[in-house]
């Protein structure tokens, strides 16, 4: 056997893997023929193929799947939401976003919740209700936080009432606009509303200073 | 098939648990019999199936959907079981035929349980003979085999299974060949 080619064996693992050329083959087969010992180490290895081929295919217990099933890890809230966020990161961008914006607004609104209104030596605080008593003027806007304002007098600019109700007596004048607010919403509305309002005038005083 | 554990594995990433049980139940038998045909004993290829199928769920989010998940199963089966080998035989190459016939011993013994008609023992000896020259063969031998003749894949799949180059494959499988060859002469 020693004295055939290296490169005859080397066939036929080629031929075995049916990876081998024609012309090849032809040489295999010539060379087969003639050298006995070579035939019997290809007979080997074909009669090996089979043997290995000729063990049954056995089959998975039958309680395999349930017992991967009950080995699996039980999905932890944590985990799933962890591979969650990974997974889309926009979206928890946006919701910390979302989270600290209303944070702060609800901040402002929930920090005040004490009586405050705009300080002016000519009103009258009686309780929780602040009177502008007739025959006073207050100049500019007029702001009450958490109470009640009764307007005996004037004012020459706008009323806000925030959570309080406001009344005009007959003898009273507001020139600007009276507004109530009530409630967190209106609150948050209102906040909107006001800081368009002073973009609008902050665009506006620009333009007219360019 | 494909298209079914596609999907499948789209329900698992969503944490749908129960559909990683259908895929279970489609390649079990096949990664079994790897293990088995691995290990020589159907205790340890049942465990290391079973780990199997656990690091593909837990790892399934890494898992390219565009590939084949035998491929993928395989990879992590065949990987267990090599790692099973070394660590059960540190010096494998020393003392393989104790080795060997211990996993062999366990596989008689758990099938001496059952009685066996006349004609099936004479078959059954044979397939324990052939498993037992199987578990001598040097683990990268082995691997390469069983997956060429047992699973009867393709030298390029097993290339990708193992993380071999193609050339390696084709060589270990020619020496795996020789190998058992010289083992299996006499029978």
């Not at chain 1, 207050?138 to 109700?165: A, K, P, Q």
């Not at chain 2, 088995?36 to 159907?42: A, T």
């Not at chain 2, 020619?174 to 058992?180: D, I, K, M, V």
Request: hydrophobic content about 35%.
């Amino acid at each position: 056997m020693n004295t055939c080619p290296e490169h005859i064996v080397h066939l036929m693992h080629e031929y075995l893997d049916e990876e081998i050329s024609q012309e090849q083959e032809k040489e295999l087969k010539t060379h087969l023929q003639q050298c006995e010992a070579c035939k019997t180490h290809f007979h080997e290895l074909k009669k090996t193929i089979a043997l290995v081929q000729s063990t049954s295919h056995i089959q998975a217990p039958s309680d395999f799947t349930a017992n991967v099933m009950n080995r699996l890890p039980k999905e932890k809230k944590k985990a799933g939401m962890n591979r969650w966020f990974q997974r889309h990161p926009l979206f928890v961008a946006a919701a910390v976003f979302f989270v600290l914006m209303s944070g702060s607004l609800f901040a402002t609104w929930g920090g005040d919740n004490e009586f405050a209104f705009t300080p002016s030596e000519k009103v009258v605080v009686e309780g929780s209700t602040v009177v502008i008593p007739e025959g006073e003027t207050v100049e500019g806007d007029f702001t009450v936080r958490n109470g009640d304002l009764r307007v005996e007098g004037e004012v020459t600019g706008n009323v806000t009432v925030i959570n309080g109700e406001q009344y005009t007596a007959g003898a009273g004048t507001v020139t600007g606009e009276i507004e109530e607010i009530d409630q967190a919403f209106e609150w948050l509305w209102y906040s909107i509303k006001s800081a368009v309002k002073e973009l609008g005038d902050f665009s506006r005083s620009s333009d007219t200073e360019s | 098939m494909e298209l079914i554990v596609k999907k499948r594995i789209q329900q698992v990433l969503k944490g749908d648990q129960n559909a990683f049980g259908e895929i279970v139940e489609l390649y079990k038998d096949r990664v079994y019999h790897v293990c088995f045909r691995m290990l020589g004993n159907r205790h340890e290829a049942e465990d290391i199936a079973q780990e199997a199928f656990i690091r593909a769920y837990t790892n399934i989010h890494t898992f390219d959907i565009d590939r084949k998940f035998s491929t993928w199963i395989f990879r992590i089966a065949t990987n267990l079981c090599i790692d099973r080998i070394r660590k059960k035989k540190p010096d494998y190459y020393l003392d393989a035929e104790v080795a060997g016939t211990e996993g062999l011993t366990m596989y008689s013994q758990v099938e001496s349980d059952e009685p066996l008609p006349e004609d099936k023992v004479e078959s059954m000896e044979l397939q324990e003979s052939i498993q037992k020259e199987i578990s001598l063969l040097p683990d990268k031998y082995r691997s390469v085999i069983v997956l060429k003749y047992i699973e009867e894949l393709s030298l390029k799949e097993i290339s990708e299974i193992l993380d071999l180059p193609l050339g390696t494959v084709k060589t270990r499988i020619h020496r795996g060949r020789e190998a058992l060859r010289k083992q299996l002469r006499s029978i």
